[in-house]
């Protein structure tokens, strides 16, 4: 499996102005990456508590982590606990939080899980205790459901075409079928695979990945101290104009991005995943 790397690492560095004895906490902890960075530019003193909903993700950043100790608290919870996680482990009032939204490498190389369009399954759920399955959604819902849900999430124009050629082609057993069949009703043009957008729709809506940063986004001005930054990356637009808007008019924040930081020309080369990142932060000032 390719090993994860963090996506604008740097900037998430400097963005979060971390200082020795800080407090932070990474609410989308992954493979560890951003919290082994953290940790070590926070030497010899700063905390970090991380959370992540998936086993998997926390048992690699176990051994990740192992080497700074106490000084990295794991927690499997969503971030939408992230105020609750926080009081229980006294990380508030916190220096930073990050979030680093989406997918991991791992989950996405994993073909057991159904993120791929090569997966042998179409569960797409990041957390197992979460009941609603990508299957359940394609073999289940009515087509007019399923054109509405690939149009809303994942803006797709051709979405009712798709949902047309779903719903002829049931029982659709794992990704690869799926994503098979919407290619065959669009056809190939380009690099991009047909079946992007549908798949994008379906993990936000399998994992109420819009409707949990909207929960989230509250909190953080209960977490973070004053002065302190909060650096959420997104990888799509739904997700980034929830984040821009939310610190565009909020008391709480200063918003320190006014446009979102990229990825330079050579980290998209170097990480795949890196492609359609944006990273904003912002400062508490009341
Ligand atoms: C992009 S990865 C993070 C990678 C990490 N920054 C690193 O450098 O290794 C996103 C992680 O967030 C987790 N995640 C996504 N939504 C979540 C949520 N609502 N609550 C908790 N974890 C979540 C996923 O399971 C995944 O492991």
């Known amino acids: 499996m390719k090993p994860h790397i963090p996506v604008l690492l740097n900037e998430v560095i400097e963005a979060l ?18 919290a ?4 070590k530019v926070t030497a010899p003193d700063g905390k970090l508590l991380g959370l992540d909903g998936d086993p998997a993700a926390l048992h690699i950043a176990r ?5 700074f100790g106490e000084r990295a608290i794991l927690v499997r919870s969503n971030f939408t606990q992230i105020k609750k996680v ?23 190389a994993n073909l057991e899980r159904g993120f791929s369009f090569l997966s042998h399954s179409l569960d ?8 609603l399955t990508a299957s359940d959604i394609v073999n289940a819902w009515d087509e007019a459901d399923l054109a509405d849900l ?11 075409k798709i949902a047309r050629w ?5 029982p659709l057993n794992n990704a690869q079928e799926l994503a098979n069949v919407i290619e065959r009703a669009l056809g190939r ?3 991009i695979h047909p079946a992007t957008k549908t798949f994008q729709a379906l993990r936000i809506v399998v994992n109420n990945e819009l409707e949990n940063l909207e929960m989230t986004l509250p909190q953080l001005a209960d977490v973070v101290g004053q002065g302190g930054r909060v650096a959420i990356i997104t990888f799509h637009s739904l997700e980034d104009r929830i984040v821009k808007n939310f610190f565009k008019a909020n008391e709480h924040w200063r918003n320190l991005t006014k446009h979102p930081i990229k990825p330079t020309y050579q980290q998209t080369r170097e990480n795949a995943r890196a492609r359609s990142a944006k990273l904003r932060v912002a400062e508490r000032v009341a």
């Open 17 to 34: 102005a971390l200082k020795a004895g800080g407090k932070y906490v990474d609410g989308t902890l992954g493979a560890g990456g951003h």
């Open 36 to 39: 082994e960075a953290i940790l």
């Open 63 to 67: 051994t990740t982590l192992a080497p």
């Open 86 to 108: 926080a009081v229980e482990n006294h990380f508030i009032p916190a220096d930073g939080v990050l979030l680093d939204l989406g997918l991991s490498s791992m989950q996405l």
């Open 124 to 131: 797409m759920r990041m957390d197992d205790r979460t009941e």
């Open 150 to 160: 690939i149009f809303e999430y994942g803006e797709e124009r051709a979405s009712r």
């Open 166 to 170: 779903i719903v002829a082609n049931r």
């Open 189 to 191: 043009h380009g690099k």
